[in-house]
């Protein structure tokens, strides 16, 4: 047995996850999809896709440290449960090639032939097997492994046409069930839709967490400790606290007292005599802060909180990479001299009181006395924030935009959504400027959202769900706006599609064809197939045309070659349908548009839930 694992969507080596502050990996079905053939076609036997169904960090579980809450990683299963199109599609169409395979490929090694520079055939053929139609049992393999140039290649008497980067299976060594470049199955752009449920989110109550020591259960050490082995991995919170005397003639002048620590990682706040002095995160596992602090006479307390986002997991002794502040801390700028703090008694508090009272439930937020008077900017440090909402109605997944809050954890009904940080905006010269699944694929070749926050969406399970007074906890340690969250639900929106009539009919098409004793033409033109979400039809045609159509989803417009009844065409065969197909030819318009070229037909359109009134009234006209 011959095993694969093929990286979809990020690069293990190379650690490309995704992460907070990081641009967002992505890796074309087309890049996968020959990966995957060539890999088939070579002998191989058992493949891995990592990851096919996308998954998503709850609670304090995502590790790096930095990764994000979303294990998404464009899986041709999203992490709501929701086809990621057209890299499932593809994806399917792919193995249903390689099932019609399946009868020879278990009988025999393939056997490579040289077709020309770049290009080449493996082929499986068992002699004196037969299949339905009485034809040799054969499988071919043909692909082109050039990065830019196209191709066509006699294979068996057939003229065969490679893209670059592209692998043909023909199950009969005659005809082309599928090309790893040639995608028919549509592209779905998914939406967050507000829920339209009455009061979904009732007005917010606050509860400022303590700063520094706030319980009886402290730890005193003459040393800083390792953050890690202190809270026993129990918080993602630390407070390192102490304190120094300061007599009058250390502050004259006009020199700024400098609060500086040689090495902490991930976050750290600062607070002297309670009162916010200084906020740091770092983008590598440990650093320097420098911060200028306000004292005075006497007695000075200094509160540290550090923050750990998720544990090393990776690397060599990677379980003996610490976390917490280490090294010497400083006071500078007093006219006494320096003083060095980091040998000096500390106390430690495990934690936030928030955390140890469990207000994130029900009962512990009935524990404490929450403030209702809430007033924007929301620039409070340390904040827990609470209220409740009401279950989206319908079965499509639910998600809460946490898009306007800084960097914290949230819960509902007592389960930990996760870590979120949207205040940390990506890299903008982190992405690439182009995506060319052509040529051997980097994890920096296609990626995107430089400019935008970390994550603003997070999953909320619907088996977490209660029909109404759901209660929704926030803790941010930097202040966000919670009266901009909002809960919805995520459905396909928009549904696209590209076919040219050059390509292979779809696969249930090819497994009618290799039944019947004589070919059907019909069964050999390829269609255009759009299909909504259980609960949905077709509304409405955005964008149709049959001729040679130019962009993609995002954008298509018309070419120089336009069959002018493409859009009723169209709607005639897709509004109010929850699925349907077109032949890709000119009989199915009744037209040659341009004569003697290649023709496409490029579909945008928009779905909606069958219920909808405004779909009733479109109908209906």
């Not at 059907?520 to 955005?542: K, Y």
């Not at 023709?599 to 109908?619: D, P, R």
């Amino acid at each position: 047995m011959v095993l694969l694992t093929i990286i979809c969507f990020k690069s293990r080596k190379s650690r490309r996850f995704h992460k907070f502050g990081a641009s967002i990996p992505h890796r074309p079905v087309e890049d996968i999809a020959f990966a995957a053939a060539r890999f088939f076609e070579k002998g191989g036997s058992f493949l891995n896709y990592y990851m096919y169904f996308g998954g998503t960090n709850f609670g304090r579980t995502a590790s790096g440290p930095f990764l994000g809450t979303s294990y998404d990683y464009d899986a041709p299963i999203d992490e709501y449960g929701l086809f990621h199109q057209p890299k499932w599609g593809h994806l399917n169409d792919l193995h249903r090639a390689v099932k019609l395979c399946e009868p020879v490929m278990i009988l025999t090694n393939p056997v490579y032939r040289y077709l020309g520079t770049n290009l080449e055939a493996h082929i499986y053929q068992a002699p004196g097997k037969t299949n339905q139609r009485s034809s040799a049992l054969c499988c071919a393999f043909v692909a082109n492994v050039d990065t830019s140039q196209n191709a066509n290649v006699t294979f068996n008497g057939n003229n065969v046409s490679l893209p670059a980067w592209s692998v043909s299976i023909l199950p009969d060594c005659q005809n082309v069930a599928f090309n790893s470049a040639q995608v028919v199955a549509q592209t779905s752009v998914p939406a967050m839709r507000p829920s339209i449920e009455p009061n979904s989110i009732k007005s917010w109550e606050s509860y400022q967490e303590p700063v520094g020591l706030w319980g009886n259960i402290t730890i005193s050490a003459n040393n800083l400790l390792e953050q890690i082995n202190t809270t026993l991995d129990g918080s993602d919170y630390l407070w390192y606290t102490t304190s120094v005397n300061i007599i009058a003639e250390d502050l004259q002048g006009e020199v700024q007292q400098q609060l500086t620590i040689s090495s902490t990682r991930d976050a750290l706040q600062i607070y002297i005599n309670g009162n916010f002095s200084g906020n740091h995160t770092f983008a590598k596992s440990s650093l320097s802060v420098n911060q200028s602090i306000k004292l005075i006479i006497g007695h000075n307390e200094i509160a540290l909180l550090s923050m750990i986002v998720g544990l090393q997991d990776y690397g060599y002794r990677y379980d003996r990479v610490s976390a917490g502040l280490s090294g010497s801390i400083n006071l500078k700028g007093l006219r006494s001299g320096d003083k060095e703090l980091a040998t000096q008694q500390w106390r430690y508090q495990v934690g936030l009181k928030g955390e140890a009272l469990k207000i994130y439930t029900q009962e512990g937020a009935n524990s404490i006395l929450w403030t209702s008077e809430l007033q924007a900017p929301w620039t409070q440090y340390l904040t827990w924030y609470k209220t409740s909402f009401a279950t989206p109605s319908g079965s499509d997944p639910v998600s809460i935009y946490l898009g306007s809050m800084g960097k914290g954890q949230a819960w509902v009904n007592g389960n930990n959504l996760g870590r979120f940080w949207p205040s940390l905006l990506i890299n903008e010269t982190d992405c690439s400027q182009t995506c060319d699944y052509r040529g051997k694929f980097t994890p920096k070749k296609c990626r995107t959202d430089c400019g935008q926050q970390s994550q603003q969406w997070y999953h909320i399970p619907r088996e977490w769900l209660q029909p109404n007074q759901n209660l929704l906890v926030v803790f941010d340690e930097l202040g966000g706006d919670v009266s901009k969250i909002y809960v919805a639900t995520k459905t396909v929106a928009t549904i696209c599609v590209h076919v040219l009539e050059s390509y292979p009919p779809q696969l249930d098409s090819w497994s009618q064809f290799q039944a019947q004793p004589k070919v059907q033409p019909m069964l050999l033109t390829p269609e255009a197939r759009l299909e909504c979400q259980d609960n949905q039809v077709i509304s409405s045609i955005n964008f149709a045309s049959f001729g040679n159509p130019q962009g993609n989803c995002k954008a298509f417009h018309q070419g120089n070659c336009h069959a002018k009844n493409s859009v009723e065409v169209v709607k005639e065969a897709c509004i109010g349908k929850q699925t349907c197909s077109i032949l890709v030819s000119s009989a199915t318009f009744d037209t040659e548009p341009c004569a003697g070229i290649s023709k496409s037909l490029a579909i945008k359109a928009q779905c909606q839930a069958i219920s909808s009134t405004s779909l009733k009234t479109k109908l209906e006209i």
